[in-house]
């Protein structure tokens, strides 16, 4: 069984502050996405990472793929309230095209 | 917005009582998934289907069946639900070509067993 890891698991910080989640796996993964999920709704797809040591910028937010596809960051410049939210690191499992999820990570932004 | 509606949002039945829940797509698309979705668990995988008729068990499929006769829905139903099933249940599709396995989620269905 492939497992995602997720950390940290909680993060309250004030706008305008930096932060960087992570996602860590001991599995290989071909490609891998990040979700953000806000209450009462499902998971949005941001991103996916496809090569080892990609990295993609979306705005504030730049997702970057280890070298070897087992780990991912996801790092947030000058965190909005509207950054609220459950992150949500995804590996495909390209036998079954399912999806592994992370635990998550529920960040709230304090205005 | 991906076409995907799920029925009903929300749900309370008793424990023992068949519960069927749907999920209906627009997009033509190939595959469909059922997750669940519990605090410190993320989402888990019950099922999932490739094509009509064609599906395969997740992770956690011990107590959930499904059903996909046409591409555009897939049934999930708990034969006798019990207190451990009360969760929020999540359809996805996706199109499956591009082997990047980017996936859109419905707005989910809240049940609750009593």
């Known amino acids: 069984t492939q497992l995602l890891e997720q950390s940290p698991q909680f993060l309250s910080i004030q706008e305008g502050e930096n932060l960087t989640v992570y996602c860590n796996s001991s599995?290989?993964?071909?490609?891998l996405q990040w979700y953000r999920q806000e209450p009462g709704e499902g998971p949005v797809l941001l991103v996916t990472v496809v090569t080892g040591g990609e990295v993609k910028k979306l705005k504030r937010l730049t997702f970057q793929f280890g070298d070897a596809r087992k780990d991912s960051s996801l790092h947030i410049t000058a965190a909005q309230p509207g950054d609220t939210g459950l992150y949500l690191c995804a590996g495909v499992d390209t036998g079954r095209r399912a999806l592994t999820f992370g635990s998550g990570t529920r960040l709230q932004v304090q205005p | 917005d991906a076409g995907i509606t799920q029925s009903p949002r929300h749900k309370v039945t008793e424990t023992g009582t068949p519960v069927t829940l749907r999920c209906h797509q627009t997009e033509n698309h190939r595959y469909m998934y059922w997750y669940r979705q519990d605090p410190g668990h993320g989402l888990r995988l019950i099922h999932y289907s490739y094509g009509v008729k064609d599906t395969d068990k997740g992770e956690v499929s011990d107590g959930y069946s499904v059903s996909r006769s046409k591409t555009e829905d897939f049934l999930l139903t708990l034969e006798s639900a019990t207190s451990s099933q009360t969760s929020v249940y999540f359809c996805a599709i996706s199109e499956g070509t591009s082997g990047r396995g980017e996936q859109y989620f419905g707005p989910g269905t809240r049940l609750t067993v009593t």
């Open positions: 599995s290989v993964f071909s490609s």
